[in-house]
């Protein structure tokens, strides 16, 4: 019997997902594939492009001249766009709101959804991002779902901007962004974020990470 099997951690922005699948992929030593720096990608391309990520013609027609490719060197993921190399690139707030309103295509969602199964097809791996349990891998063996306020992820994703030395957002404007994204991603016709009924809830307000990441391993090893 195969003993390949993957970890859906769904869950909006700043729950906490992609520290706790960075712990979780190293306690267990399989691989993390960041599905939301797939999103972040088209979203830049968008960006440089100059296009409206909104407007469906205008990024259909950008995507199809545009390749997106995920790359592991060492176990940690690349962003290749058009063959340049944007991982750093991809964490600004203008790339936050550009990935969020292009993730809403269903054409997009398609092309990336078709990448996260095949790259999670031969190797264990935990995945994060908002559709794992409910559209990409429904069968996988683990699913979570994180939750936190809305006050609290916007105090840790300040707290991440400024660590990458980014002072340019007040904590207003990160807590303003974080609830139009949380309103883009949930009410988008296609695959909304949503907790399927199997997924184990977890809120990360008052539980720091080390303690949610023991409780999430400890669900994983039962
Ligand atoms: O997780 P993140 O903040 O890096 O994701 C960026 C955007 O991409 C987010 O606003 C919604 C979208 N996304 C998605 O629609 N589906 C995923 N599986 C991951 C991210």
Known sequence: MSNIYQIAIDGPSGSGKSTLAKGVSAKLGIMYLDTGAMYRTCGLAAIKAGIDPKNPEQVKELLDKTSVEVKFSEGQQHMILNGED??????????????????????????????????????????????????????????????????????????????????????????????????????????????????????????GIEETLETLLSYIKE
Do not use: W
């Open 86 to 207: 944007v991982t750093g690139f991809i964490r600004t707030g203008e790339v936050s709101m550009a990935a969020s309103s292009v993730s809403a295509h269903p054409f997009v969602r398609e092309a990336m959804v078709q990448m996260q199964r095949a790259i999670a097809a031969d190797q264990s791996f935990v995945l994060d991002g908002r559709d794992i349990a409910s559209k990409v891998l429904p069968d996988c063996k683990y699913k979570f779902f994180l939750t936190a306020s809305s006050e609290k992820r916007a105090e840790r994703r300040l707290k991440e901007l400024e660590e990458r030395g980014d002072k340019s957002q007040t904590y207003e404007d990160v807590l303003k962004d974080i609830i139009q994204r949380d309103k883009q991603d949930s009410e988008r016709a296609a695959s909304p974020l949503i907790k399927v009924a199997d997924a184990i809830e977890i809120n990360t307000d008052e539980i």
